[in-house]
């Protein structure tokens, strides 16, 4: 158990829908990643919070958003969804994206099937 | 742009024998390299790293080894293990990035057989 929680760990939906998946990270750790893995691809990533605020935007499509919280759990919003945004979508987190040797530890993943 | 390459999708091994997984980069600034393994319905599992700094990292039976002039690195497990059996991903960090993100290679699915 990596101390990284996700809800819900599945979810199926329609296209054109909105769905919101939730990452509580690490005790302590005040940085939150977001990744998504479709089929036979490695792990993308997505978008970066830290304490609060975006820190770095990677592959995230227009369509999707996120946000860290107060209390530094984070979600991650999809909307007007497609097909191809079948996939699993991990959140990971990390005590401080600045420290060189920093590991990022991930949580379950949530398993997102759209129809 | 794949900046990082597992460029073997799987890898079969006998139980006792060693395993021996490749990793490629292309970014020079990449300065630390870590292995996660992933079983099936679990999230990547740290598994070992290497800083820049070093050309070798033992953790056990996981032993990671890192060729800066070549731009590659690997894994070696030694004595395999059915227990193995999982997919290993290669992630690197860019050291002229603070932001802590992390490039993921597509993973190698090891097969460890009795």
């Known amino acids: 158990d990596s101390g990284v929680t996700q809800t819900p760990k599945h979810l199926i939906t329609a296209t054109g829908q909105r769905v919101t998946l939730r990452c509580s990270p690490r005790s302590g750790d005040l940085s939150v990643y977001w990744y998504q893995q479709s089929l036979d691809q490695g792990l993308q990533f997505l978008i970066q919070y830290y304490n609060g605020e975006e820190r770095a935007k990677g592959n995230i499509l227009e369509r999707f958003s996120a946000q860290q919280f107060p209390d530094l759990h984070s979600e991650l919003n999809l909307s007007s969804l497609e097909l191809g945004d079948s996939a699993l979508y991990f959140c990971?987190?990390?005590?401080?994206?600045?420290?060189?040797?920093?590991?990022?530890?991930f949580g379950p993943g949530t398993r997102l099937l759209v129809l | 742009d794949q900046q990082v390459k597992q460029n073997s999708p799987s890898l079969s091994v006998q139980e006792g024998r060693i395993s021996i997984l490749n990793c490629d980069y292309t970014?020079?600034?990449?300065?630390?390299f870590l292995w996660y393994k992933k079983y099936p319905a679990e999230g990547p599992t740290f598994l070992i790293s290497?800083?820049?700094?070093?050309d070798k990292n033992e953790d056990g039976r996981f032993t990671v080894f890192l060729n800066k002039s070549a731009k590659h690195l690997s894994l070696h497990i030694v004595p395999s293990q059915p227990g193995d059996s999982a997919v290993y991903f290669c992630?690197?960090?860019?050291?002229?990035?603070?932001?802590?993100?992390?490039?993921f290679g597509r993973g190698t699915q090891l097969t460890v057989w009795p």
């Open positions: 970014n020079s600034m990449f300065d630390y």
């Open positions: 990971a987190s990390s005590v401080w994206p600045g420290w060189a040797q920093e590991t990022q530890y």
């Open positions: 992630a690197a960090r860019d050291r002229g990035s603070t932001l802590g993100r992390l490039y």
């Open positions: 290497i800083s820049s700094i070093k």
